[in-house]
């Protein structure tokens, strides 16, 4: 992975745009966490997630999809969108992408815990 590649990546999160080459989403969560690992204070907002959204946010950050969530939760797909919309907006996320790394900033999920 060069450096061009990190850098690019960091100034195309901040713009709303997000990570395309998974080896540099890779290399910027390995970074976030090394840094943030289990400050569940780092993130404002982590804390007012109702449990169901905190599975939810879990299996995000984890690379499933919403359909892949449903089953995983036994719930339907709609239900599932339903829990995102709030997820989003309690952690300030713009989209999925800054969920994601809101959860791994507050150490719900840590690189290779599947």
Do not use: C, W
């Amino acid at each position: 992975m060069l450096v061009d590649d990190l850098l690019d990546a960091i100034r195309v999160v901040p713009r709303g745009d997000a990570l395309r080459a998974p080896a540099v989403t890779r290399a910027l969560i390995d970074e976030i966490s090394r840094r943030r690992a289990g400050r569940p204070d780092a993130v404002p907002g982590i804390d007012q997630l109702t449990e169901r959204e905190h599975e939810a946010l879990t299996l995000m950050a984890r690379g499933l999809t919403n359909g892949e969530i449903a089953d995983r939760l036994f719930l339907g797909e709609a239900t599932i969108k339903t829990h995102v919309g709030p997820i989003l907006a309690k952690l300030g996320a713009y989209d999925r992408v800054q969920a994601v790394v809101a959860a791994y900033e507050s150490g719900i999920v840590v690189p290779g815990d599947l």
